[in-house]
């Protein structure tokens, strides 16, 4: 069946580290990533994300790779900041005329020290 | 503008009650989802609407669930009779149509059966 699996549950960092939060995905059908910041008490927001035709893209301080190869996406974090600490989720999906059924990782919680 | 929101925010029942979520999407998105995650899993696709219609109900666990989005607007989760099992943080998210790729999720209702 699908599933979206997180190598880390809580990854550490120190402030102004680059964080590497990484996600492995079993469908191949799957051609749209996404990845979620969720705060405590506050639903995921949309981070970034990318479609099966690139493997990479960047956004404000932020990189995802895909490496379809492999089924393996990653999230970049540069310069982590302290407002950087949540839980960060990757989910896959089928791009099927805007419908998006969406399926989540378990989440990997990053913590950063100041 | 106003984001995707939940009433209630928290919600605690006993066994074998009924509980009604609510989820008022961001005005003028056509689509409407229903997640929930259960406590140390992974965020779970319920159901997606298009408007008034179910677009695709696969996720739903057993007929204890109900959700309605009567007039295409508003919509609600019953959970009738409720389980300890069914404990967990219900989302949901809206998103324009049209090709529109982004979700927006709203803070979540902590659901608790005791």
């Known amino acids: 069946g699908e599933s979206v699996g997180l190598h880390l549950p809580t990854l550490s960092v120190q402030e102004g580290d680059n964080s590497i939060i990484n996600c492995a995905y079993s469908?191949?059908?799957?051609?749209?990533f996404i990845w979620y910041k969720q705060e405590s008490g506050k639903g995921p927001q949309f981070i970034i994300d990318i479609r099966s035709n690139m493997d990479k893209r960047q956004g404000q301080r932020v990189t995802v790779l895909l490496n379809k190869t492999v089924k393996h996406l990653s999230l970049q974090i540069a310069a982590t900041q302290p407002g950087d600490s949540a839980v960060y989720f990757c989910?896959?999906?089928?791009?099927?005329?805007?419908?998006?059924?969406?399926?989540f990782g378990t989440g990997t919680r990053l913590l950063v020290s100041p | 503008e106003a984001g995707v929101t939940q009433f209630p925010s928290h919600s605690v029942i006993e066994k074998g009650q009924t509980v009604t979520l609510r989820c008022d999407p961001i005005s003028g998105h056509d689509n409407l989802y229903w997640y929930r995650r259960v406590m140390g899993k992974e965020i779970k696709f319920l159901l997606h609407?298009?408007?008034?219609?179910?677009?695709?109900e696969s996720g739903m666990p057993n007929n204890r669930f109900l959700a309605e989005r009567t007039g295409g607007t508003y919509s609600t989760l019953k959970v009738q009779p409720a389980e300890l099992e069914d404990s967990g943080v219900y989302f949901c998210?809206?998103?324009?149509?049209?090709?529109?790729?982004?979700?927006?999720f709203g803070q979540g209702t902590r659901l608790t059966v005791v």
């Open positions: 469908n191949s059908a799957s051609d749209y």
């Open positions: 989910a896959e999906t089928v791009l099927n005329t805007g419908f998006q059924k969406l399926v």
């Open positions: 998210a809206s998103s324009y149509g049209g090709g529109s790729t982004e979700a927006f």
């Open positions: 609407f298009v408007k008034e219609s179910k677009q695709d």
